[in-house]
T-cell receptor
Framework: SQQGEEDPQALSIQEGENATMNCSYKTSINNLQWYRQNSGRGLVHLIL?????REKHSGRLRVTLDTSKKSSSLLITASRAADTASYFC?????????????FGEGTQLTVNP | NAGVTQTPKFQVLKTGQSMTLQCAQDMNHEYMSWYRQDPGMGLRLIHY???????DQGEVPNGYNVSRSTTEDFPLRLLSAAPSQTSVYFC?????????????FGAGTRLSVL
């Protein structure tokens, strides 16, 4: 299976609610990134968290990283309809050359107005 | 800023045909890569380049060739298209190895091989 695996595969919430997505990985990493993909578009970088960081914030986004459990979570607070998209985690594994990211399968988030 | 530009946006090929997917970036990024995205499988790395004249294979390189003669351009060639290559292809670039820097993605090329 892939290095990064998101959970759940799909999430449907109401506008204003919080959305939490999880990512698990298998090997030690240098850092972990989250990307968003709107339907029919390319991926857009959201946030990067390094292996020595535990939590990072950017606007309504909060990312946590637990290297002991090899997992990360992305929290979107006060969700909006415009947050509807697929969200992917991407890991840089220490065992690779350091120039390649491995993407998970993504979580499809639907925010209902 | 144009960012990463991919052409064409859509393409239909017959089995056995060859074609080149174009990718150009105007951000002077050293690192460029090609991914394919299939339902339920996320993005898989095909080939990547850490600078002009340097390319390397990714996770799924078979059936694809790349070259990097300039910093700006990184074309992906399908040598003899097969139905298994039906996918959405994304080109991405970054300032250095993506392990340390964010990747900027193009809008993608949707390819169907009949």
């Amino acid at each position: 299976s892939q290095q990064g695996e998101e959970d759940p595969q799909a999430l449907s919430i109401q506008e204003g609610e919080n959305a939490t997505m999880n990512c698990s990985y298998k090997t030690s990493i240098n850092n972990l990134q989250w990307y968003r993909q709107n339907s029919g578009r390319g991926l857009v970088h959201l946030i990067l968290i390094r292996s020595n960081e535990r939590e990072k914030h950017s606007g309504r986004l909060r990312v946590t990283l637990d290297t002991s459990k090899k997992s990360s979570s992305l929290l979107i607070t006060a969700s909006r309809a415009a947050d509807t998209a697929s969200y992917f985690c991407a890991t840089d594994a220490r065992e690779t050359s350091g120039s390649r990211l491995t993407f998970g399968e993504g979580t499809q988030l639907t925010v209902n107005p | 800023n144009a960012g990463v530009t991919q052409t064409p946006k859509f393409q239909v090929l017959k089995t056995g045909q060859s074609m080149t997917l174009q990718c150009a970036q105007d951000m002077n990024h050293e690192y460029m890569s090609w991914y394919r995205q299939d339902p339920g499988m996320g993005l898989r790395l095909i080939h990547y380049s850490v600078g002009a004249g340097i390319t390397d294979q990714g996770e799924v390189p078979n059936g694809y060739n790349v070259s990097r003669s300039t910093t700006e351009d990184f074309p992906l060639r399908l040598l003899s298209a097969a139905p298994s290559q039906t996918s959405v292809y994304f080109c991405a670039s970054s300032l250095a190895g993506p392990a340390k820097n964010i990747q900027y993605f193009g809008a993608g090329t949707r390819l169907s091989v009949l």
